[in-house]
């Protein structure tokens, strides 16, 4: 009998525990290196933070320069957006290519509470919230309250927004220094939210220089950062080719006449604003996303 109660308890015990579920970048990493050729895998360090890279040689006689292509948030660097695509075409037009993974949301980042304070509080303290407790009681005039404005709760937090920033900014430096080991052109071309955190970043005047920034669909998923981004964007210090589509979100089509309105009052001319037709993930909207990114590139250099 006691040896039954025993093996139950620990029946309720295992089955009590709790497995957490493998992290979507694990997952994603775990398909590259299955599916990708071994030598394009490049393993690098964010900090103590791995992630992985995708390289891939230029395939022309002139060597033009170095591309870093960063996908959007949940992203792959081997989506069907473009990023796939331009991954290898851009190796026929002669740009060596890094893509990285981006870095898991962390969605409980606003969640986190305050420390609570050590001390315990007085007598004193404790008379004092009592009497304004009372005081603070709703009388029957409260109730009928008239009516005010009350602002919208994000879906997405400021602090999830510069949590998954930093991050993904630890990666972007990275790979960064690893193509300042060729003295050559370097571009950046950025999807959806981490092309949103990038022009922030830009905007501040960083030490990393870099020839050419193309945002493609940027936005930031929180209604006042998306807002302040029409101005970010005129302020960002490299040439900018700010690529959309017409069947974006409408986070995206309704800030773009504020784009260009902010970019003429601060004269930012080496900036272009362009439109794809379709849907993105058709071949020949690859097709003439490469010829827009090809043409404004070869305007620079």
Same mark, same amino acid.
């Given at each position: 009998?006691?040896?039954?109660?025993? +093996?139950?308890?620990?029946?309720?015990?295992?089955?009590?525990?709790?497995?957490?579920? %493998?992290?979507?970048?694990?997952?994603?990493?775990?398909?590259?290196?299955?599916?990708?050729?071994?030598?394009?895998? &490049?393993?690098?360090?964010?900090?103590?933070?791995?992630?992985?890279?995708?390289?891939?040689?230029?395939?022309?006689?002139?060597?033009?320069?170095?591309?870093?292509?960063? /996908?959007?948030?949940?992203?792959?660097?081997?989506?069907?957006?473009?990023?796939?695509?331009?991954?290898?075409?851009?190796?026929?037009?002669?740009?060596?290519?890094?893509?990285?993974?981006? %870095?898991?949301? !962390?969605?409980?980042?606003?969640?986190?509470?305050?420390?609570?304070?050590?001390?315990?509080?007085?007598?004193?303290?404790?008379?004092?919230?009592?009497?304004?407790?009372?005081?603070?009681? /709703?009388?029957?005039?409260?109730?009928?309250?008239?009516?005010?404005?009350?602002?919208?709760?994000? +879906?997405?937090?400021?602090?999830?927004?510069?949590?998954?920033?930093?991050?993904?900014?630890?990666?972007?430096?990275?790979?960064?220094?690893?193509?300042?080991?060729?003295?050559?052109?370097?571009?950046?071309? +950025?999807?959806?939210?981490?092309?949103?955190?990038?022009?922030?970043?830009?905007?501040?005047?960083?030490?990393?220089?870099? !020839?050419?920034?193309?945002?493609?669909?940027?936005?930031?998923?929180? +209604?006042?950062?998306? &807002?302040?981004?029409?101005?970010?964007?005129?302020?960002?210090? /490299?040439?900018?080719?700010?690529?959309?589509?017409?069947?974006?979100?409408?986070?995206?089509?309704?800030?773009? &006449?504020?784009?260009?309105?902010?970019?003429?009052?601060?004269?930012?001319?080496?900036?272009?604003?362009?439109?794809?037709?379709?849907?993105?993930?058709?071949?020949?909207?690859?097709?003439?996303?490469?010829?827009?990114?090809?043409?404004?590139?070869?305007?620079?250099?």
């Amino acid at each position: 009998m006691a040896f039954s109660c025993v +093996a139950l308890l620990a029946l309720c015990t295992t089955a009590a525990e709790h497995i957490a579920p %493998p992290s979507l970048s694990s997952i994603e990493n775990s398909d590259i290196k299955r599916l990708l050729p071994t030598d394009e895998v &490049k393993t690098m360090l964010a900090g103590e933070t791995e992630f992985l890279s995708l390289r891939s040689e230029y395939m022309s006689a002139d060597f033009r320069g170095i591309v870093l292509l960063i /996908p959007d948030w949940q992203s792959t660097p081997t989506n069907n957006a473009g990023m796939s695509y331009l991954r290898k075409e851009l190796n026929n037009l002669g740009y060596t290519t890094y893509a990285m993974t981006t %870095p898991d949301i !962390d969605w409980q980042a606003s969640k986190i509470a305050e420390p609570a304070a050590e001390t315990a509080p007085s007598a004193a303290t404790e008379t004092e919230s009592q009497a304004n407790s009372e005081l603070e009681q /709703p009388d029957a005039s409260s109730k009928n309250e008239a009516p005010h404005h009350v602002d919208a709760i994000e +879906a997405i937090s400021d602090e999830i927004l510069d949590n998954y920033k930093l991050n993904l900014l630890a990666r972007y430096k990275a790979l960064y220094q690893t193509a300042m080991q060729e003295p050559t052109n370097i571009v950046v071309i +950025a999807q959806g939210t981490s092309a949103g955190v990038l022009t922030e970043y830009y905007a501040d005047f960083p030490q990393e220089r870099i !020839d050419a920034f193309i945002s493609v669909s940027s936005y930031l998923p929180n +209604a006042k950062r998306n &807002k302040s981004l029409s101005q970010t964007t005129s302020l960002v210090t /490299p040439a900018l080719l700010d690529i959309y589509y017409a069947s974006d979100n409408r986070d995206i089509l309704i800030n773009l &006449k504020n784009r260009q309105r902010w970019v003429n009052r601060n004269a930012k001319f080496d900036y272009r604003q362009r439109q794809l037709f379709g849907l993105r993930d058709q071949p020949q909207q690859h097709a003439r996303l490469t010829k827009e990114i090809d043409g404004f590139l070869r305007r620079l250099f």
